[in-house]
């Protein structure tokens, strides 16, 4: 085998290469031949100048790439005001759905309401409020439940909503009872916004995925 054989395995060795050899038969040949084993110590010497040299100075850009970075990443002010907004209209729900419950309870427990009223009907209206309150509480605790509850609450207050206008008109109901109603239109209208922003946060990325579709094609 020439000894330019031998030296290619010599280099790979150096550098922790397969030597394309036995190792033996490159030892044995080193040990025969003086040229091999001479090129083989200066290229060993040299190796180990190169790697002991010290590394060139580097500019230190550490300042530079954090100050060409972004403050914050993009979309992130818009997820925060989002999330600030989402648990503010949590927080506004579950006041309103406390505050539902509290006028309901003692109607349905002691049958004790505002007006004159049968007791049953009385308990009836008391327990109708109280799962209005309960619907309101379960949207501030779990949002993705807004569209289910709207059905019901978006039709008890359209419903009720023109009667009590009629009732108090034609003086059927006191205002303090009506105005009570309000809290109603409140947490509607909280449910409904609750219901509105989850449906265009889960068109969101679908949108986006549509648009990068059509680029692609186009
Ligand atoms: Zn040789």
């Not at 290229?43 to 590394?55: G, I």
């Not at 949207?139 to 439940?145: E, G, I, K, M």
Request: net charge positive; proline share 7%.
């Amino acid at each position: 085998m020439p000894c330019h054989v031998f030296r290619e395995a010599i280099s790979a060795r150096l550098d922790g290469e397969p030597l394309g050899m036995p190792a033996r038969e490159l030892d044995d040949h080193l040990g025969s031949c003086a040229a091999c084993a001479t090129w083989s110590d200066q290229a060993e010497r040299t190796t180990r100048r190169a790697r002991l040299a010290p590394a060139p100075p580097v500019p230190d850009l550490t300042g530079a790439v954090l100050a060409a970075l972004p403050r914050e990443l993009p979309g992130a002010a818009a997820a925060a005001r989002r999330r600030l907004v989402d648990t503010g209209l949590r927080l506004a729900l579950l006041a309103v759905g406390v505050a539902q419950a509290g006028i309901a309870w003692p109607v349905l427990v002691t049958g004790a309401g505002a007006m004159s009223a049968p007791t049953h009907m009385t308990h009836e209206t008391g327990a109708w409020n109280l799962a209005v309150a309960a619907a309101f509480l379960a949207v501030a605790a779990a949002p993705r439940l807004a569209a289910g509850a709207l059905p019901f609450l978006l039709s008890f207050t359209a419903l009720l909503v023109p009667v009590t206008l009629a009732d108090l008109g034609a003086g059927h109901v006191h205002a303090d009872r009506a105005l009570a109603h309000l809290l109603l239109v409140a947490g509607v209208v909280l449910v409904s916004t609750g219901a509105f922003r989850n449906r265009s946060r889960r068109r969101g990325p679908r949108v986006l995925l549509s648009r990068m579709r059509q680029q692609v094609v186009a």
